[in-house]
């Protein structure tokens, strides 16, 4: 997709550095696949993209998308124990902020 | 699981902070610099500064390609897209960097054809689409984006697309790393890593750093949550005197580096001897150029590129923002004659430049609705 300089009145922010979750819908040739970003269908490179555990990306898997490449496939497994550790700490927080509050010499 | 949404949870935001004030001895001051620009703006516009203690000072790094790039190379790739039968390609990010005779948005507004792509492949297809053109992509950007760039020229070397070449401004991370932790008066105490980065070169790469220059490094995620628990992370480990390399992103960033964006960097490029930076000045083996076998690709050997080297503006103290050495505002034309509709520096241009995420967000306008509330 290539444009045509915007016009210099307006600011168009990007981010060339991002990296956006997408999720991998069809494979189309062993160095491409069909990605949904959003509700979008774009077809990404996946070339540079490890084989995990000596099997290659396949519909349902999440990857990284840069600049049109697949960098890495997304590990729904990590990203749930980054999750729960943030939980528990929600928790052992919560409990805390409640003993402070039932507590007789808080504030006081 | 949507990788997004999850990380933005207020409450077990306020459940960090509680955690990382708790974590920091009473006297204690750490300084920490977020590599990446891409952090930069995830801490602005999410206003995470407002959940940190005042012991927990962040710094902003040398970590955004459009902002190291120094203006002679803009000026470069303003006299290649002037050149007969040229269109300049680039990422919408350069657009707007000044130069010293203007930026790529002047040269495009005087006739040259410049053209704003979302991806290398898509410039070596206006190749494939228009022969008669001399189709040169200005690349730039870290381990991230260099592979990219790498299978596009693998691409035009294979399917012999002569009229395409790459104006190579890859950059490494480690050796700007280096350069602001030997600078004498250094006052960084750990680095949040930067996760794309390291989703191709693995967390491995900092090892450096925590060996050799005792700074803690924890690789990160970009949504609030994530950079809140690099916070917790660097803090507990400066707090019990541990300096290792700590990997929040596991959901994204193995201990290795990802082996075929390797093998595939490693065949087209070769390291540069010496590489100016904006704010660094010379950084030795630093930046990467194609190899010779892929000369008919490099820009720099298809056209007798001048080479220029041009002093920043004098009124602007971009090299000291990239530094850490200071705020964007302590810059004495921040917000003044320096704006994102009128940029004097590469920090203000991109929107991971540390002046133009503080620019838009300082005012916490937008940062108390980015985050999902339960």
Redesign the interface.
Known sequence: ??????A?TT?????????I?ALVVEIETPTTCWVDVGGARRKV?T????DAAGRRVAPGD?V?V????A??????D??????D???S??A???T?LDALAGSESAGG | ????D??R?S??A???A??IAATCPPQSHYKLMEV???HT?TIYRHGIERYLPANVELIHGPG???CVIPMGRVDDAVWLSKQEDVTL?C???L??VPGRNGS???A??AGAD??????????L??AEREPGRRVVFFA???E??T??SA?TILQAHQRGVRNFSVFCNHVTIIPPLRAVLDAPDVGIDGFIGP??VS??TGCEVYLPLAHEYHRPVVVSG?EP?DVL?SVLMLVRQLASGRCEVEN?Y????TWTA????RA?VEEVFELRPVFEWRGLGEVPWSALRPRAKYAAHDAEAAFAVPGTRSRDPRACQCGEVLRGKLKPYQCRVFAKACT??HPIGTCMV???GACAAYYNFSADRKAATSWQTA
């Open positions: 997709m290539a444009l045509r300089a915007p210099a600011v168009r922010w990007s981010m060339m550095c991002l990296g979750p490179n070339s540079v993209l490890d999440w990284l840069h600049v049109g490449f960098l890495a496939r997304l590990d729904p990590e990203a749930r124990s980054t999750l550790m943030l939980e700490m929600e052992v927080y919560t805390e | 699981m949507r990788f997004v999850e990380f949870d409450a077990k306020r459940a960090l509680g955690a990446c620009g891409g703006h955004c390609p459009v390609t990422f919408g990010d657009m707007r790529l948005l002047d495009s507004a410049v053209r704003v792509v979302y991806s290398p492949l898509d410039a297809r206006i730039i950007g870290f991230t984006t592979p990219s299978v996760g794309h989703a191709v970009f949550l628990q929040q596991s959901r994204a960033v990802n082996a075929r964006a595939v994102p509709e991109s929107a991971e």
